[in-house]
């Protein structure tokens, strides 16, 4: 082990793994350390276990429409947990890759808590050891945030969904975003009696008026129901029989209830003020285009920095990282007309300017819009 690297990178994810990989094949030392699990959010408690549950929760709807096609099939049944198995065994395949890649391109690595004790020094917690880093990368993500209310300890967040014992019979999930729809479109599909609630007009605030209409009517449709303008004040109960109260009075029985209501840069206790990076007035790590923090020695990429939240977008800064600081060859992620993906069934593309941010930027501007139902669908005469 060396005691001293050209590069320390803190955060195993999409963005710490990729901007390691890349300063190490241009000839750089490098460490990098992971308090949980090489992969990081994306690939371990994110975009790929919630992609292969989605997937599972679609094969209910390929039953429903199976016999309106000729086939003749006896009554699907469920198995949570070997959904849940399966998805573990993925995810371990994967972080196993992750980490032989890693090691594979001469990165040394750290599977324990690393923490800045100054311009150029890093702690790791477990051994005790510190090592000297000409450069230090934070890529350390983000954590779901839960609103503070009474009970609110009695919710999960999408940490926990994936891997709870069993499923409940119904569930109520708090957000409107991407988590909150998501979650709610893939477990009403394996059984879960789904209710959102969301504290304005309509979920999936931000994005394209069209595309939230066609997806609200299609969450409805699946037998979801969205309570708007409506927000959790209190959990009551135990943790498989709860009772949520709203704000404007009412309440409800409920078998679990999930917070969706965003994430946070994850920066508690890394020592960042000893090195001197500031925060923006988000509490994320300010960054410059080229990812530099406030301190000389030290850059962050990803949800860290609270840029664009998303998986490529991680990847991207920590490669042109890597590239504009060890690889002579100087780039920047673009943060404009990023293309992305919310995983509901139907699920939702979309890239550039929304309409109403098209209409308030130029004069005139033309809509086309066109509607279609899939085959498949005509047979079983589903109106999606
Ligand atoms: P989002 O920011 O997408 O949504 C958060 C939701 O919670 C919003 O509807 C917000 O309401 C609501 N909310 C926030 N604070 C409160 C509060 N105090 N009380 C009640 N409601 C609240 O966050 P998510 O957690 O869904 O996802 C986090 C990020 O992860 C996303 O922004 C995305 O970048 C990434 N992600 C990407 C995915 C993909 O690419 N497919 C999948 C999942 C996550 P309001 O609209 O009023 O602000």
């Known amino acids: 082990m060396n005691d001293s690297v050209d590069l320390f990178v803190i955060g195993g994810g999409s963005g710490g793994v990729r901007a390691a990989r890349i300063a190490a094949s241009h000839g750089a030392s490098v460490a990098a350390a992971e308090e949980f699990r090489f992969g990081g959010t994306c690939v371990i408690r994110g975009c790929v276990p919630k992609k292969l549950l989605v997937l599972a929760s679609r094969l209910a709807d390929e039953f429903a429409r199976a016999p309106s096609h000729g086939w003749t099939i006896g009554t699907p049944s469920f198995d949570w947990t070997t959904l849940r198995e399966a998805k573990e065994r993925e995810i371990t395949r994967l972080e196993g890759l992750y980490k032989k890649n890693l090691g594979g391109a001469g990165v040394q690595i750290h599977e324990e808590r690393a923490e800045i004790t100054g311009p150029n020094t890093v702690l790791l917690k477990t051994s005790g050891k510190t090592i000297h880093a000409e450069r230090i990368l934070v890529a350390t993500g983000g954590y779901p945030f839960k609103p503070d209310f009474p009970g609110a300890d009695l919710s999960i967040d999408s940490n926990d969904v994936f891997d709870l014992p069993e499923l409940p019979d119904s569930m109520v999930i708090e957000g409107g975003g991407y988590i909150a729809v998501e979650f709610a479109c893939l477990l009403q599909r394996l059984g879960v009696q789904i209710t959102i609630v969301y504290r304005r007009d309509q979920i999936l605030r931000g994005f394209d008026q069209d595309m939230r209409d066609h ?33 404007k009075g009412s309440s409800q029985k409920v078998g679990q209830v999930m917070m969706a209501t965003g994430r946070k840069p ?31 020695s ?13 998986t490529p977008i991680a990847i991207r800064e920590g490669h042109a990282f890597a590239d504009t600081v060890f690889g002579n060859n100087p780039w920047f992620c673009d943060h404009e007309l990023v293309p992305t993906a919310v995983f509901t069934t139907p699920e939702l593309g979309t890239v550039g300017l929304a309409e109403h941010e098209a209409r308030e930027r130029y004069k005139h501007i033309q809509v086309y819009r066109s509607t279609f139902r899939p085959m498949t669908n005509v047979l079983c005469d589903k109106p999606e």
């Not at 206790?269 to 923090?293: F, K, M, P």
């Open 215 to 247: 997806v609200t009517e299609a969450v409805r449709e699946a037998g979801i129901e969205i309570r708007t303008h409506c927000s959790i004040t209190k959990i009551e109960g135990t943790p498989k029989d709860q009772t949520v109260h709203y704000d």
């Open 266 to 296: 994850n920066i508690a206790g890394l020592g960042l003020e000893t090195a001197g990076v500031n925060l923006n007035d988000r509490g994320a790590i300010q960054v410059t285009r080229d990812s530099q923090t406030s301190a000389p």
């Open 298 to 310: 030290v850059w962050a990429v990803g949800d860290v920095t609270d840029r664009v939240a998303l």
